[in-house]
């Protein structure tokens, strides 16, 4: 899928620098599918196994970061 916003996006790039009619179309298209296709499906891929819960903060690592901030 990657490989395929790549070859979109050069196309878009390609079509702007020919100054084609509908080149500004094909970018548009070409970061909708970035933003509303692809970047979805890579974060729920990424983190679908619950690898995300090191990165929430909770009462738990606050208390401990902050354990620590006046011992110097």
Known sequence: M???FLVWIATG???IN???EKAQIVMGL???YLSF???PLF???RYKDGRYKKYIINDEKLRE???NVGKD
Do not use: D
């Open 37 to 39: 296709i692809f970047m």
């Open 65 to 67: 970061a902050f354990k």
């Open 18 to 20: 020919t100054e084609h």
């Open 43 to 45: 974060i729920f891929h």
């Open 13 to 15: 790039i390609f079509l």
């Open 2 to 4: 990657f490989v395929v």
């Open 30 to 32: 070409g970061v909708l």
